[in-house]
């Protein structure tokens, strides 16, 4: 009798030492034990990230990449900065290009009627004057050579140029440039001939020698009326300003 209760004895004994295993097994699944196994891994050996682990270094440069620097301005946009600084600096022509250049640099023409607008206008001093006005609208700089080869009506030879009037270098007009000469239409004492009032005009313009017209003929308009002209008839050489053109 005595035996067997000594075999129950140690069979509550033996089963007691196993439940008390099993729960000690069932805390450590449960995560309230103190086991330390090291950082999980899924299926492939893959370390998994603790969720609770703070961020990396290489997400807190990347953070402040794209975010404000102290300055208020980010890295990422100083550097672009620098970059075209340095890229402008370098490539100075960028800015400014040769080929962006006037087409008037290094080339020049002579003026006549298709680069050049000609306007005619009577003046009331000097009386019985005409001031003629060539402006350069082409994109090169011009010539304006000696002295403008006029025609009134059906005149078949160009009255004579006042030589007094001849300047020290030839009229160079840029675009956009005007240049003058004057036209004396008749005599202010009446001394002159063959008066007649006229209603058209041409003018040509002469080459570097001023023994051939170059280029269009222009034929500014004329007032209304006309203009009365005789046998006194004189032109100026072309001047570079209004007030030479006007002073003979």
């Known amino acids: 009798m005595s035996r067997i209760r000594s075999s129950r004895a140690r069979l509550v004994t033996t089963a007691a030492a196993v439940a008390l295993a099993a729960l000690s097994l069932t805390a450590c699944q449960d995560g309230t034990g103190v086991v330390d196994e090291g950082a999980s891994t899924d299926s492939t050996g893959t370390t998994s990230p603790d969720k609770n682990a703070p961020a990396s270094k290489e997400s807190d440069s990347g953070s402040s990449d794209n975010g404000s620097s102290d300055n208020g301005s980010s890295d990422t946009g100083s550097s672009s900065g620098d970059a075209k600084q340095g890229s402008n600096a370098s490539k100075p022509a960028a800015q400014a290009p040769a080929g962006d250049a006037p087409a008037s640099s290094g080339k020049t023409v002579t ?3 298709s680069n050049t607008k000609t306007v005619a206008a009577p003046l009331t001093r000097p009386v019985n004057h005409m001031l003629l006005t060539v ?6 700089t011009c010539f304006l050579y000696t002295y403008p080869a006029v025609a009134f009506g059906e005149a078949q030879s160009v009255p004579p140029v006042i030589e007094e009037s001849q300047p020290q270098a030839v009229v160079t ?6 240049g003058y ?29 001023g023994s051939e017209s170059v280029g269009s003929v222009a034929t500014p308009a004329l007032p209304a009326k006309g203009v009365y002209i005789d046998d006194s008839l004189k032109v100026t050489y072309w001047q570079q300003s209004m ?3 006007i002073s003979w």
């Not at 402006?135 to 090169?140: L, P, R, Y």
């Open 111 to 113: 003026c006549e009627g």
């Open 243 to 245: 007030d030479d053109a």
């Open 135 to 140: 402006t350069n609208t082409g994109s090169n």
């Open 173 to 178: 007009l840029e675009p956009g440039q005007s």
């Open 181 to 209: 000469a004057a036209v004396a239409l008749s005599a202010t004492d009446g001394s002159g001939s063959n008066g007649t009032t006229e209603k058209s005009l041409a003018i040509s313009f002469w080459d570097r020698s």
